[in-house]
């Protein structure tokens, strides 16, 4: 079962399932009949379109004679409420000294509420009783009284169980919650010597992320001699690109390790399109996705003087012969260029002119980072 799922441009995550709904509309079944007995023929009322799934599950249980019928009513517009109760099918049914049973899918404001007591008013009934499934007391407005209440809940948006949004979701078993965290999660891209590590590290502090660096995760794999990190080595001893299937799998363990976080910069990855596409739906699984790919462009002769430079402190075999450094150069320009034209099709690349002082670059970068 999907612990995340997206419903026309919104994530939402899974709140609770069909058991917990089950046990509340035992609850309420019990509660009501309780109070009529076994003598009352209540006729139950279900407030269209969100209760259908309710209203057929209480009346399942209900262990007298009952009768079923349905109003039709609606206040909701996408995620909010329109704060306007708009009668759209009204009763038909004769209920002259007839007990009445409101079974309403979820209460919050109480604008509905208040549109079925007026409703009800001036009706010649026995008496009048409301039985809600989930209810919001934190936004509940209104001096009316709720008789039975299945599940209490916070005052955020849910789908499910005959809930919708726009339309979308009634069909669902379970509660799902929107979700609103507003997680960040940035590409930093660039060929090898483009600065990417420095400037990961200064802006992850200014926008409080967490860097991941493949080059990280492969050195700390091969230090502690981990299956995944010997094979890594042997490829990049080569000058060549770890493979897809072995870099994909150490990214996914190392973003399983941050659960809170407010976004992550993807240092070295993706590097092909299938590892792109990997990390997409990756990241959907989690109701959440790329931002924006951020590519810092530099000269290539500039980048090799950069790695052989660098290559004299850093003790890396790869960092030291300009052979494979060109090497790992022409694999950059094979299969990973293209992952340009990847973004771009989804309107989320953004070049950065890689040279100049770090300060200068951090500057450029800050600016695209701000956009996103």
Same mark, same amino acid.
Do not use: W
């Given at each position: 079962?999907?612990?995340?799922?997206?419903?026309?441009?919104?994530? /939402? &995550?899974? %709140? /609770? !399932?069909?058991?917990?709904?089950q046990k509340a509309i035992d609850s309420l079944v019990q509660q009501v009949h309780d109070d009529l007995g076994d003598d009352e023929i209540p006729i139950f009322i279900g407030i269209l379109n969100g209760s259908f799934m309710f209203v057929a599950d209480f009346i399942r249980v209900y262990p007298t004679n009952c009768e079923v019928t349905f109003v039709k009513l609606a206040s909701y517009e996408g995620t909010e409420s329109t704060g306007q109760v708009n009668e759209l099918v009204g009763l038909t049914e004769d209920l002259t000294n007839r007990t009445v049973v409101i079974l309403e899918d979820i209460i919050d404001t109480g604008n509905t509420l208040s549109k079925i007591y007026d409703i009800f008013e001036h009706l010649p009934i =026995?008496? +009048?009783?409301?039985?809600?499934?989930?209810?919001?007391?934190?936004?509940?407005?209104?001096? +009316?009284?709720?008789?039975?209440?299945?599940?209490?809940?916070?005052?955020r948006f849910i789908i499910g169980y005959g809930l919708d949004y726009? #339309?979308?979701?009634?069909?669902?078993?379970?509660?799902?919650?929107?979700k609103t965290e507003n997680?960040?999660?940035?590409?930093?891209?660039?060929?090898? #010597?483009? #600065?990417?590590?420095?400037?990961?590290?200064?802006?992850?502090?200014?926008?409080?992320?967490?860097?991941?660096?493949?080059?990280?995760?492969?050195?700390?794999?091969?230090?502690?001699?981990?299956?995944? !990190?010997?094979?890594?080595?042997?490829?990049?001893?080569?000058?060549?690109?770890?493979?897809?299937?072995?870099?994909?799998?150490?990214?996914?363990?190392?973003?399983?390790?941050?659960?809170?976080?407010?976004?992550?910069i993807f240092d070295g990855f993706p590097?092909?399109?299938?590892?792109?596409?990997?990390l997409d739906a990756f990241l959907a699984e989690k109701g959440e996705q790329i931002n924006g790919m951020v590519a810092l462009e530099v000269p290539e002769d500039e980048l090799v003087s950069r790695i052989l430079e660098r290559g004299k402190?850093?003790?890396?075999?790869?960092?030291?012969?300009?052979?494979?450094?060109? &090497?790992?150069?022409?694999? %950059?320009?094979?299969?990973?260029?293209? +992952?340009?034209?990847?973004?771009?099709?989804?309107?989320? %690349?953004?070049?950065? &002119?890689?040279?100049?002082?770090?300060?200068?670059?951090?500057?450029?970068?800050?600016?695209?980072?701000? =956009?996103?």
């Open positions: 079962m999907k612990q995340t799922i997206k419903i026309h441009d919104k994530f /939402f &995550n899974r %709140y /609770f !399932g069909a058991e917990k709904i =026995k008496q +009048l009783k409301l039985a809600t499934l989930f209810f919001k007391p934190d936004v509940f407005k209104k001096a +009316l009284p709720i008789d039975y209440i299945g599940i209490s809940i916070p005052d726009d #339309g979308l979701g009634r069909n669902l078993k379970s509660i799902y919650q929107l997680i960040k999660n940035i590409v930093l891209f660039g060929p090898p #010597g483009a #600065g990417k590590g420095t400037q990961a590290s200064i802006l992850k502090e200014k926008y409080d992320l967490i860097h991941i660096s493949t080059g990280d995760i492969f050195r700390k794999n091969i230090k502690n001699n981990t299956e995944l !990190g010997i094979l890594a080595k042997s490829f990049m001893d080569d000058g060549d690109l770890v493979p897809d299937s072995v870099t994909i799998e150490m990214l996914k363990d190392e973003v399983n390790k941050h659960r809170t976080t407010a976004g992550f590097r092909t399109i299938l590892q792109a596409e990997a402190t850093s003790g890396r075999p790869d960092d030291q012969n300009e052979s494979k450094i060109r &090497n790992r150069f022409n694999e %950059y320009k094979t299969k990973t260029e293209v +992952l340009k034209e990847y973004y771009e099709k989804q309107d989320k %690349y953004y070049g950065v &002119n890689g040279l100049g002082s770090i300060d200068d670059i951090t500057c450029e970068l800050i600016k695209v980072f701000d =956009k996103l």
